[in-house]
């Protein structure tokens, strides 16, 4: 009897990630009979040549399954279950007014260089909680370089462990790396703070799609998740296939098309800078490591059910970043309308003493005055700032109109400026977190 060869397209349910494309191409390429295979992320499909005397359609979707997919039936891309939907999105914002709410909002994506007023670790915690797919993604790599060796030169506690020490930190730096390199990237294009605001106004778009994406609740933006040729991809696959390096196939890793990575990788580009967009994707690779340093032992007490909660939660928190990526980049743009927030005080006006309009205000964690001056009179703003009351947010403003950049210190602070002319001008914090409006009108 001779060969018949058919093709068939195959829509499959939990594709999370373009690298999900060359898992499943691996398995299908393993599978006797199969002659071609090619899957498709942004479709959620394979399409697959085979021998349908060797093989039937049913070993293949069984292959597929057993490589931790879902095989649908029907011939159209699965509509998403609205319920399911609905769910996700209520948890999304209930996330996103919660860390508000607790002023950790501004944690969750700090902007520029860090100091000792910043906190990041957001970041590890977005690590820890998309590290189950890097499991999936990565957990057969990881597992077979973790195997100890067996080196008669080596002995001791350490010579067991030192495979996935190696592994680990090879992804570790490569990951840094890349962060240092992206946001040096961002750092050339962004000049102004308007500019910086774009940047991270389309950085956040493209952040909170991809942690939609990895929810699986909208397929059909799957299109839009940015991604490294298909063919540099394979490059590396093959590359860490042939090498027997731990250290080697880590510091590739740091290269693959990985949905949370990338995500990552955007956020480091936004903070125009290279050493935060280093800080950034070493914290977030750290908060990787503890799971897949401890693969080898505990992978197979996590069952799919732990896995896929881990990683839905990891996607909300990868979507509330988009999000705060995107006020940041709202306010910092210029586009938004802050005269009226909710975080603004009441409105002070100016008294004039010594041909000096005097203002004072006291600073508050989560608020900045809204003030009213006269136009063509000098303004001299006098701040207190209590003991307590300067956070990582609000210890520095930005007011465009004036081009001032003003650094609080505990006590009074004093910003001068000359108001020429009539009209409502906004000014924020260097995050773009805290906002408020100073308003110019004639006598």
Same mark, same amino acid.
């Given at each position: 009897?001779?060969?018949?060869?058919?093709?068939?397209?195959?829509?499959?349910?939990?594709?999370?990630?373009?690298?999900?494309?060359?898992?499943?191409?691996?398995?299908?390429?393993?599978?006797?009979?199969?002659?071609?295979?090619?899957?498709?992320?942004?479709?959620?499909?394979?399409?697959?040549?085979?021998?349908?005397?060797?093989?039937?359609?049913?070993?293949?979707?069984?292959?597929?399954?057993?490589?931790?997919?879902?095989?649908?039936?029907?011939?159209?891309?699965?509509?998403?279950?609205?319920?399911?939907?609905?769910?996700?999105?209520?948890?999304?914002?209930?996330?996103?007014?919660?860390?508000?709410?607790?002023?950790?909002?501004?944690?969750?994506?700090?902007?520029?260089?860090?100091?000792?007023?910043?906190?990041?670790?957001?970041?590890?915690?977005?690590?820890?909680?998309?590290?189950?797919?890097?499991?999936?993604?990565?957990?057969?790599?990881?597992?077979?370089?973790?195997?100890?060796?067996?080196?008669?030169?080596?002995?001791?506690?350490?010579?067991?462990?030192?495979?996935?020490?190696?592994?680990?930190?090879?992804?570790?730096?490569?990951?840094?790396?890349?962060?240092?390199?992206?946001?040096?990237?961002?750092?050339?294009?962004?000049?102004?703070?308007?500019?910086?605001?774009?940047?991270?106004?389309?950085?956040?778009?493209?952040?909170?799609?991809?942690?939609?994406?990895?929810?699986?609740?909208?397929?059909?933006?799957?299109?839009?998740?940015?991604?490294?040729?298909?063919?540099?991809?394979?490059?590396?696959?093959?590359?860490?296939?042939?090498?027997?390096?731990?250290?080697?196939?880590?510091?590739?890793?740091?290269?693959?098309?990985?949905?949370?990575?990338?995500?990552?990788?955007?956020?480091?580009?936004?903070?125009?800078?290279?050493?935060?967009?280093?800080?950034?994707?070493?914290?977030?690779?750290?908060?990787?490591?503890?799971?897949?340093?401890?693969?080898?032992?505990?992978?197979?007490?996590?069952?799919?059910?732990?896995?896929?909660?881990?990683?839905?939660?990891?996607?909300?928190?990868?979507?509330?970043?988009?999000?705060?990526?995107?006020?940041?980049?709202?306010?910092?743009?210029?586009?938004?309308?802050?005269?009226?927030?909710?975080?603004?005080?009441?409105?002070?006006?100016?008294?004039?003493? @010594? #041909?000096?309009?005097?203002? /004072?205000?006291?600073?508050? %964690?989560?608020?900045?005055? !809204? $003030? +009213? *001056?006269?136009?063509?009179?000098?303004?001299?703003?006098?701040?207190?700032?209590?003991?307590?009351?300067?956070?990582?947010?609000?210890?520095?403003?930005?007011?465009?109109?004036?081009?001032?950049?003003?650094?609080?210190?505990?006590?009074?602070?004093?910003?001068?400026?000359?108001?020429? @002319? #009539?009209?409502?001008?906004? /000014?924020?914090?260097?995050? %773009?977190?805290?906002?408020? !409006? $100073? +308003? *110019?009108?004639?006598?």
């Amino acid at each position: 009897m001779g060969n018949e060869l058919k093709t068939k397209r195959i829509h499959i349910g939990g594709m999370t990630c373009v690298n999900c494309e060359t898992k499943i191409e691996r398995k299908l390429h393993s599978t006797p009979g199969v002659k071609k295979a090619k899957a498709s992320y942004s479709f959620g499909t394979a399409t697959v040549t085979y021998d349908s005397d060797v093989v039937s359609l049913e070993n293949i979707a069984d292959a597929i399954e057993k490589s931790g997919y879902k095989v649908l039936t029907g011939n159209r891309q699965p509509r998403s279950d609205i319920s399911r939907v609905i769910g996700f999105l209520i948890i999304i914002a209930a996330v996103y007014m919660l860390l508000e709410q607790f002023g950790l909002l501004n944690m969750l994506a700090p902007s520029r260089l860090a100091d000792e007023r910043m906190g990041y670790g957001m970041l590890f915690v977005i690590g820890l909680a998309t590290s189950v797919h890097c499991i999936a993604m990565c957990g057969g790599i990881n597992l077979s370089q973790s195997i100890p060796r067996g080196d008669e030169n080596e002995d001791g506690k350490f010579a067991a462990f030192k495979p996935a020490f190696l592994y680990n930190a090879g992804r570790v730096f490569s990951y840094t790396a890349v962060g240092f390199t992206v946001g040096a990237l961002g750092s050339a294009i962004t000049f102004t703070n308007a500019m910086q605001g774009a940047l991270k106004l389309a950085a956040g778009v493209f952040v909170a799609i991809m942690g939609i994406n990895m929810l699986d609740i909208f397929p059909r933006l799957r299109v839009l998740n940015p991604g490294m040729p298909k063919f540099f991809a394979k490059k590396i696959n093959a590359e860490k296939g042939q090498s027997k390096s731990p250290l080697i196939v880590g510091l590739l890793n740091g290269f693959m098309p990985c949905g949370p990575l990338q995500a990552m990788q955007i956020y480091a580009l936004s903070t125009g800078n290279p050493f935060t967009g280093a800080l950034s994707m070493f914290l977030f690779s750290i908060g990787t490591v503890p799971l897949m340093f401890g693969l080898g032992a505990f992978g197979s007490l996590m069952g799919k059910k732990f896995a896929g909660k881990a990683m839905s939660a990891g996607a909300v928190l990868v979507v509330v970043l988009g999000l705060s990526m995107l006020q940041q980049g709202w306010s910092l743009s210029g586009f938004a309308d802050m005269s009226g927030s909710a975080g603004d005080v009441q409105n002070e006006s100016a008294v004039v003493e @010594n #041909e000096y309009q005097i203002i /004072y205000s006291t600073l508050t %964690g989560r608020n900045y005055p !809204a $003030i +009213t *001056v006269q136009a063509g009179t000098p303004v001299r703003w006098i701040i207190d700032a209590p003991q307590g009351s300067i956070n990582g947010c609000n210890y520095r403003i930005f007011i465009s109109e004036y081009d001032i950049e003003h650094t609080f210190e505990p006590g009074e602070n004093i910003i001068e400026f000359m108001p020429d @002319n #009539e009209g409502v001008f906004r /000014y924020a914090c260097w995050m %773009g977190m805290i906002r408020s !409006a $100073i +308003t *110019v009108v004639n006598n």
